[in-house]
T-cell receptor, first 112, second 115 residues
């Protein structure tokens, strides 16, 4: 069955450092992969989308890589800030459509 | 930016009653919307695809008679949890795909508690 795994439930880092979150998937050939931010009691907020033929994408302090051979995506937040503290979700398309299959998320805590 | 709203944001109902949750796209039309549920510390799980003007498509294991979906207009989909039980308590989140830009936006979620 298709599985999405995010490396750890929680990640604590110091302000100013780079946070790196991992998303691995199995039994899947996604057309694209997305990263979302979710704050407690709120819906997910879209951050970045990367397609299967793209290796890397950047948006301000965010960077996503996508390795379809390793079946892995890395999500980086550079110069992290306490305001970046949230849960980050990795999501893959279901059969190339708009419906998504989500990972459990990694809870990031950035301390001053 | 595009906004999706959900109403109510929180609802408490008694076991055996039904509760309706609305999902609205506020400044765009959406033929396709999705309903997800999320249990504490778990991932969002797709429940169903809601298509305007046609029947919803339910994921395996989701009872269509229990979770009634109506997508009567291009800006509104409703999810009705019928004969709710405590195990239906969850965070329900909708998303809508813009007909013009094909971008997808998520609602803020509805916390349902069944007592």
């Amino acid at each position: 069955s298709q599985k999405i795994e995010q490396n750890s439930e929680a990640l604590n880092i110091q302000e100013g450092k780079t946070a790196t979150l991992t998303c691995n998937y199995t039994n899947y050939s996604p057309a694209y992969l997305q990263w979302y931010r979710q704050d407690p009691g709120r819906g997910p907020v879209f951050l970045l989308l990367i397609r299967e033929n793209e290796k890397e994408k950047r948006k301000e302090r965010l960077k996503v890589t996508f390795d379809t051979t390793l079946k892995q995506s890395l999500f980086h937040i550079t110069a992290s800030q306490p305001a970046d503290s949230a849960t980050y979700l990795c999501a893959l398309d279901i059969a190339g459509g708009y419906a998504l299959n989500f990972g459990k998320g990694t809870s990031l805590l950035v301390t001053p | 930016g595009a906004v999706v709203s959900q109403h109510p944001s929180r609802v408490i109902c008694k076991s055996g009653t039904s509760v309706k949750i609305e999902c609205r796209s506020l400044d765009f039309q959406a033929t396709t919307m999705f309903w997800y549920r999320q249990f504490p510390k778990k991932s969002l799980m797709l429940m169903a695809t809601s298509n305007e003007g046609s029947k919803a498509t339910y994921e395996q294991g989701v009872e269509k008679d229990k979770f009634l979906i109506n997508h009567a207009s291009l800006t509104l989909s409703t999810l009705t949890v019928t004969s709710a039980h405590p195990e239906d308590s969850s965070f329900y989140i909708c998303s809508a795909v813009s007909d013009s830009t094909y971008e997808q936006y998520f609602g803020p979620g509805t916390r349902l508690t069944v007592t």
